[in-house]
């Protein structure tokens, strides 16, 4: 018993050494050396800018609600949307009052900014992602805002749809994951093109 | 109890007495012996008590609703009382029989073991292990024990059902059992059983079931339907709450009643197998009485389907008991006639089957005259186990025949020579499975008599058939290895332990059973005692020892070594028949959730009616046609319970295929079908 | 459901099941002692602890030994994980200055961590140091997984062994789990999902600038932090702009690694890996699923050559996926089915090239549907619990496949090692119902099942129906229970439902609206993840034990195959027959008549 409870203790002590500590320093460590940029958080720097600080995070999507800018995924992060600092999903169920109210008045929001518009709104458009930070909106989402941009810019479609299409990334290696188009880029992108 | 054979499945004097019995098990203190059918027999009593408060006035759901569903909790209680009624009135029909040969009796009590002296005379029943008694003829043996003097012709078919009387002796046959009765001669017994525990009372109790206790294999299921009875439980009871939350959460509708919560436990506790399941354990040790087999514990039936290696004993189970002379085999310049006509001397006055099929052969074969010895003046020179040799002297001839050692030094000492054909004969008489006999007068051998192992008719399909099971045969005979070799492989035996001991009996089994097999074997004298002991399933034949018996853990009344092949499939229909019914049992409940799931909701969630696939008429009628189907199910398959389900040898995985798609996918349609009929058959009825 | 989301599945299911091998044998090779190349780097390390522990590595344990160095280890971590909650004001490393946690939400945290079940009550970056996150919660990733499969590894070598006494040393099993088998996996697993990029650094929370500032309505509280209430009875608000995003960065690739390596399942964020820090890319949230299920499958092959016989192992194995592979089908059809309430709206939900479709509410457009369904099904297959996606956004029958795999106890996949001793004890049990069917005294592996067994089994399959159904009904008719709910109607059953089926099968997903960081569920959960993981462990080694001691019978034509497609449909019916049986009542008060009512419209 006493020789038991010895090695419970001490093991504890010493794996927490080397799992608590040892591990995750070194992998810091590594990742450091190796690999700032990802360990950072995929910043975006802009160069020659006059401020130091990054433009966001490749990774971290941003709120847009100006029709100049494309819009992303609605976010349900507290207080105000795409809070990276506290990542939150609505979690509206399926049969929720709450969610077809907020479901018809994204849609209002888009109709009201593009009156116009008849296409059917693409789904990832009116409902919240999951993290509250999705950077991203699928190509259709892009398409259905395209008209609106170029409209609010004074852009021809053209220009902005090509835009769009750099902005675009396929699925990873071919087949993993979906299609899709990074909001703070493009957005990035369209007020470069100015 | 060859009578007892005679019962149908269904006698109507059984069934009588069974539904009376139905109703006096429902004591409680019975009930609460199976854990899933007292969960009934509560639901049972819960639902009464609500249709009382119905009837006052205060009830949860119309009076006459919670009536029919009382009414048939209770039918199912009864039910299963019904199939562990009729499994018992089955034995009991048997053990009634085997009392009527217990009478009170008077024994004659001798003061020492020795015939001749006063004997006093005292009530059976008080005899005491040791005491000595004299049995003559026209006597009722007064308890078991040992003949220790004296023999006599006994008949034993108020135990065994067999008509012909058997001869008892001191020796290998020195085992009588109580109650059995002396019709010539007399015995000299000294018993071996105290009062009340003698064979014909353990039969009784044993085909009684009434000292019946829960074998090992019947107590793991149990505790699993037990585990599952729980689990419905909870399922069950923790709906109320769920309903009063949903009834709540959409303020519609009303939670469901008690009523239905009862039902749909009944309907869902694994009632089947648990209303069923002492009645299979009984009648299993049933169907073994009526194979003439006395199992001495449940256990040793279970284990019979277990057994791995069955031990056989050659000679009476593989071969017939007596070899035949079929060939004479001359030495080099003898003739067939001189061989034949000293052959022929040589057994004239020996009276063993071997030395019988001596004479015939050399009478139909060689033409030879049947002599007497007699009429010649002979002497005959019987066997003995010093010389290992029989025969005759006459006129100065010494023609002696026995094992080829034995004669070759018979004739060694008389300068005489043992040639090699005659050496190469013997060896290959043997390699073929024959004992050969070398024949000598005086200096001269003069060939060789082969005498035949006869293997039984259908031996080899019954070995096949075995191996189909899987289960190894091993034949267990004293002969010489080469013998053994030809016997077993003309009878299809997968292995044979040749010039057997009791040692090396005992050491086989020890040394299979540490390669963890299960071992059966046969056994009669007292040197078997040992071996049976250690086999995991021993069957002592009834004519064997007492010792033998007392080391068995199977009686075989019929003293038939095949039996075990039998025995074994007994023990795996009892097992089978559990594990079809349990998985019957468990697969019905798909068909019951359906029922009842949407008929309990209903008015919280009327959605939920889309769940009512069977297109049951209406909540009510869903959940009584359920809780009828989950009653008249038990009482459907009491024959199937009773008779057991036939064992196929076809190979495990064939086989639990073949009941997968019979009682597991048969147990998830079969209650579609029987519940959409019932209800039916409610609606046409105005019941529901 | 696309042929590309198919392809992504099935691409998974491949590399998963080929991984199996290799794993599995280097398991094997690390419980049995053999040598392995990890012996040169890290052999003086392992005897080192052994020396400082005062561990004899050749001293065999019997089966109550090595129950109670498990008790007694468990026991350790989970007062060392107490205290450093409690007393983490007074600890260094903590910037942030975070008192202590309340003792309900330790006890709750402490259990979840050293049961494997990463529940969180908590929110990570508002409650825990910095101090409690390393030696705490993350050490405890690494020991309760080992612990799991030290008790998996006993249970195998009680079926192994032939008249033993002994099932190995559970200090040897701890020890050489965690060196050899977590930590390297650990380290190359961080290290390729840090060149994802997900973040892994010791520096303060970034500020970077917003292109579009944002503005909202903040409501106004007074001094005292009461609402401030305007002349019409509502709550008063004020405009507020914001120009800045912080964004929250911390070592998460080194957590994530080992929370999905060792099926814990603590996410490193709030919404854990749907986070695009913590899984920033198609690539790795396919890394990150393969890390789920890598460990439990390669048990499946340790398993078999453990035994003796592979196939024993890839019987169990094709069992499992059989399952998961009908489930993820059951997730992705619902899924992709959409909700019909938002397509009445006129919003397109076709899946194609152009846009994930489907139910997106809740879920990332970068994984699209398959991968989230893959991720919900994998997760709750085993008891992960990471999400990717927000199962309490699923459609109801969505969200039924995660709900329901937990009620199946955790044993498709499950838990690293206590997935495969609770499926071994489900094989117990089918080969008990099989083995009569066929006539004959049950046997497993050679070893015959009987009473004790079944004791063990039946102790074992009874717990968790009794703590998930019970507390359940506990929780669904008080008002404290209820007070936590977040979607109304049987959705919110559904959550109650899905809670305690968490915490009672050691998973730790959450349908996350429902409000759980209460006196009340941290208290009754601690309760039940506790009885969920120890009721588990004590009887399997009672299990390991027995069977250690019996002798083995060879199998011959009248033993029932345990590795054949026979056995597999067997054991799949047996644990999906147990768990419908069980919960399917439940179910239908939750998920399947919120489906029915979604898909009849009856709700607006």
């Known amino acids: 018993m006493t020789t038991h409870l010895r090695a419970a203790f001490v093991s504890l002590g010493l794996l927490t050494i080397l799992t608590g500590v040892l591990y995750p320093l070194a992998v810091t460590g590594v990742a450091q050396l190796l690999l700032p940029r990802q360990a950072n958080g995929s910043l975006i720097v802009k160069h020659g800018g006059p401020s130091d600080q990054p433009a966001g995070s490749a990774l971290i999507g941003q709120p847009f609600d100006d029709p100049k800018y494309f819009w992303g995924r609605p976010s349900a992060t507290g207080p105000f949307p795409y809070n990276a600092a506290a990542s939150s999903g609505s979690n509206l169920g399926p049969t929720n009052d709450a969610l077809t109210t907020a479901v018809k008045d994204r849609i209002a929001a888009l109709k009201a900014a593009d009156p116009d518009n008849t296409a059917p709104v693409p789904v990832d458009l009116v409902t919240a992602s999951g993290s509250g930070l999705d950077p991203h909106i699928s190509p259709a989402a892009a398409d259905y805002q395209v008209r609106r941009v170029a409209r609010a810019r004074g852009l021809n479609e053209e220009a902005i749809r090509r835009l769009v299409e750099q902005q675009t990334e396929g699925r990873q290696f071919g087949f993993l994951g979906e299609p899709r188009v990074n909001v703070l880029l493009l957005n990035l992108a369209l007020d470069a093109a100015r | 109890m060859a009578h007892a054979k005679k019962h149908r499945l269904f006698d109507p004097t059984i069934i009588r007495q069974a539904v009376i019995e139905s109703f006096k098990k429902l004591n409680p203190v019975h009930q609460l012996r199976n854990p899933v059918m007292f969960v009934v027999y509560v639901g049972s009593l819960l639902t009464t008590l609500l249709f009382a408060q119905a009837l006052v006035g205060h009830g949860e759901a119309p009076a006459g609703f919670i009536l029919q569903i009382a009414l048939w909790l209770w039918f199912t209680v009864l039910f299963a009382n019904f199939a562990e009624a009729m499994a018992e009135g089955r034995g009991k029909a048997q053990a009634d029989a085997l009392r009527k040969s217990r009478r009170e009796l008077t024994a004659k009590k001798l003061p020492q073991p020795k015939y001749g002296l006063n004997f006093t005379l005292v009530a059976g029943g008080l005899l005491k292990k040791g005491d000595v008694v004299l049995v003559q003829t026209g006597d009722t043996i007064p308890a078991d024990g040992d003949v220790i003097e004296g023999v006599a012709s006994v008949d034993e078919s108020a135990i065994t059902g067999e008509s012909a009387p058997v001869i008892r002796e001191s020796g290998d046959r020195s085992a009588v059992t109580g109650g059995t009765r002396v019709i010539s001669d007399w015995l000299v017994v000294r018993i071996t059983t105290d009062p009340g525990e003698t064979f014909l009372d353990r039969m009784i109790s044993l085909v009684e079931g009434a000292k019946r206790q829960k074998t090992p294999n019947e107590i793991a299921l149990n505790i699993l339907l037990a585990a599952l009875t729980v689990i419905f439980l909870l399922a069950t009871v923790t709906l109320l709450p769920y309903s009063l939350y949903s009834v709540a959460a959409v303020k519609l509708g009303a939670p469901v009643t008690v009523t239905v919560l009862v039902a749909l436990l009944v309907c869902l506790i694994p009632t089947t197998i648990g209303g069923l399941l002492s009645a299979i354990g009984i009648a299993g040790m049933d169907r073994m009485v009526q194979a003439n087999v006395i199992a001495m514990s449940g256990r040793a039936v279970e284990a019979a389907g277990d057994v791995d290696v069955l031990l056989l004993d050659k000679t009476g189970t593989i071969t017939l008991g007596n070899r035949q002379a079929t060939e004479f085999i001359p030495a080099q310049g003898v003739s067939f006639d001189r061989l034949g006509d000293a052959a022929q001397l040589a057994s004239l006055s020996d009276e063993t089957p071997e030395g019988r099929s001596i004479v015939v052969l050399a009478k139909e074969r060689y033409q030879l005259r049947e002599r007497h010895i007699h009429e010649l003046g002979a002497t005959f020179i019987p066997f003995s186990a010093q010389t290992r040799m029989s025969g005759v002297n006459l006129d100065g001839r010494q023609i002696r025949k026995g094992a080829a050692e034995a004669i070759e030094a018979f004739v060694k000492e008389r300068g005489g020579q043992f040639p090699p054909d005659v050496r190469a004969a013997v060896e290959t008489v043997a390699k073929q499975g024959g004992t050969p006999l070398v024949v000598a007068e005086g200096v001269n051998v003069l060939g060789v008599i082969y005498l035949k192992d006869i293997i039984k008719g259908g031996i080899k399909e019954r070995f096949a058939e075995l191996r189909r099971m899987g289960i190894k045969t091993v034949m267990i005979t004293g002969d010489n290895p080469l013998t053994a070799a030809a016997v077993a492989a003309e009878s299809g035996v997968d292995d044979f332990l040749a010039q057997a001991t009791p040692e090396a009996k005992l050491a086989l089994i020890r040394k299979l059973q540490a390669g963890g097999r299960l071992v059966a074997m046969t056994g009669d004298g007292t040197n078997d005692a040992p071996a049976l002991a250690q086999a995991d399933v021993a069957v002592a034949m009834n004519t064997g020892t007492q010792a033998a018996k007392e080391a068995g853990n199977l009686v075989d009344l019929d003293s038939n070594p095949t039996k075990l092949i039998e025995v074994v499939s007994i023990g795996k229909q009892l097992l089978m028949t559990r594990g079809a019914l349990t998985t019957f049992s468990i697969a019905n409940d798909v068909a019951k959730y359906f029922a009842i799931i949407p008929a309990a909701f209903v008015t919280t969630y009327p959605a939920l009616a889309v769940l009512n696939i069977m297109g049951l008429a209406t909540p009510e009628s869903a959940v009584l046609s359920a809780v009828i189907f989950n009653a008249l199910v038990i009482l459907a398959l009491v024959p199937l319970a009773l008779r057991g389900i036939r064992y196929l040898p076809i190979g495990a995985a064939s086989l639990l295929k073949r009941h997968l798609w019979i009682y597991g996918v048969g147990g998830i349609i079969v209650p579609f079908v029987g519940i959409k009929l019932i209800d039916l058959l409610l609606v046409a009825l105005h019941l529901a | ?604």
């Open chain 3, 1 to 604: 459901m696309t042929t590309n989301g198919w392809l992504q599945i099935s691409f998974y299911l491949v590399a998963l099941l080929a991984l199996a091998k290799p794993l599995g044998g280097y398991m094997a090779r690390v419980y049995e002692g053999q040598p392995i190349w990890l012996d040169r780097l890290l052999g003086s390390v392992e005897r080192a602890i052994y020396r400082l522990c005062g561990i004899r590595e050749q001293n065999e344990m019997g089966w109550k030994e090595y129950g109670m160095a498990t008790l007694l280890f468990s026991a350790a971590g989970f007062l060392f994980l107490y205290a450093l909650q409690r007393l983490q004001g007074y600890l260094p490393l903590n910037p942030a200055g975070f008192g202590a946690v309340p003792p309900e939400l330790a006890f709750n945290t402490a259990t979840s961590f050293v049961t494997n079940t990463n529940w969180q009550a908590y929110g990570g970056e508002t409650t825990m140091s910095y101090l409690t996150q390393m030696l705490g919660l993350t050490v405890q990733n690494f020991v309760s997984a080992a612990t799991g499969m030290a008790v998996l590894v006993a249970l195998i070598r009680g079926l192994a062994r032939k008249s033993a006494e002994t099932i190995g040393n559970f200090w040897v099993d701890l020890v050489r789990t965690t060196l050899y088998i977590l930590l390297p996996l650990s380290v190359i697993f961080s290290l390729v999902l840090v060149s994802q990029g997900m973040v892994q650094t010791f520096s303060d929370y970034q500020k970077v600038k917003l292109l579009q500032p944002v503005s909202y309505d903040q409501p106004v509280s007074d001094a005292s932090g009461q609402p401030v209430l305007d002349e019409k009875g509502q709550p008063k608000t004020e405009k507020v702009t914001v120009t800045e995003q912080v964004l929250a960065l911390g070592p998460a690739a080194s957590q994530v690694a080992i929370k999905q390596l060792g099926t814990n399942g603590g996410g490193f964020f709030n919404v854990n890996s749907a986070h695009p820090f913590e899984n920033p890319t198609p690539f790795s949230n396919f890394l990150e699923l393969l890390a789920i299920l890598l460990i439990p499958a390669a048990l499946c092959y340790t398993f078999g050559k453990m035994v003796g016989d592979t196939r024993q192992g890839w019987a169990i194995l094709a069992a499992m996926t059989i399952v998961l592979v009908v489930f993820v089908w059951g997730a992705y059809w619902a899924e992709s089915a959409g909700n019909p309430l938002i397509a009445k709206m006129g919003v397109d939900q076709t899946l194609s090239n152009v846009q994930p479709g489907g139910n997106m509410e809740g879920k990332e457009v970068r994984f699209g549907l398959a991968n989230s369904v893959l991720w919900a099904s994998a997760t709750t297959a085993a008891s992960n619990g990471s999400v990717n996606s927000m199962h309490d956004s699923y459609t109801p029958l969505g969200g039924l496949v995660p709900l329901f795999l937990m009620q199946f106890g955790e044993v498709i996949f499950g838990g690293v090692g206590s997935g495969l001793y609770g499926m071994l004890v489900f094989a117990i049990i089918a080969v008990f119902v099989a083995g009569l069917m066929v006539g004959r005294t049950p046997e497993y592996l050679g070893k015959k099942i009987e009473a004790y067994e079944m004791k063990m089994a039946s102790l074992l399959i009874l717990i968790m129906p009794i703590i998930v159904l019970g507390l359940t009904a506990v929780a669904s008719v008080t008002a404290t229970g209820r007070a936590s709910i977040f979607n109304p109607g049987p959705h919110g059953f559904s959550e109650i439902l899905y809670a305690y089926s968490s915490m009672g099968n050691n998973n730790g997903s959450a349908f996350a609206g429902f409000g759980a960081n209460t006196p009340f569920y941290n208290l009754t959960g601690g309760v039940a993840m506790l009885v969920a993981r120890f009721w588990w462990i004590i009887p399997t080694l009672a299990l390991a034990g027995s069977l250690a001691r019996k002798k083995a019978v060879p199998a011959g034509l009248g033993t029932l195959p345990t590795h054949t497609p026979l056995f597999i449909v067997l054991l799949i019916g047996t644990v999906v027959l147990v768990g419908a049986l069980t919960f399917i009542p439940a179910l239908a008060l939750g998920p399947i008549v919120e489906q029915i009512v979604m898909i009849q419209g009856v709700h607006p």
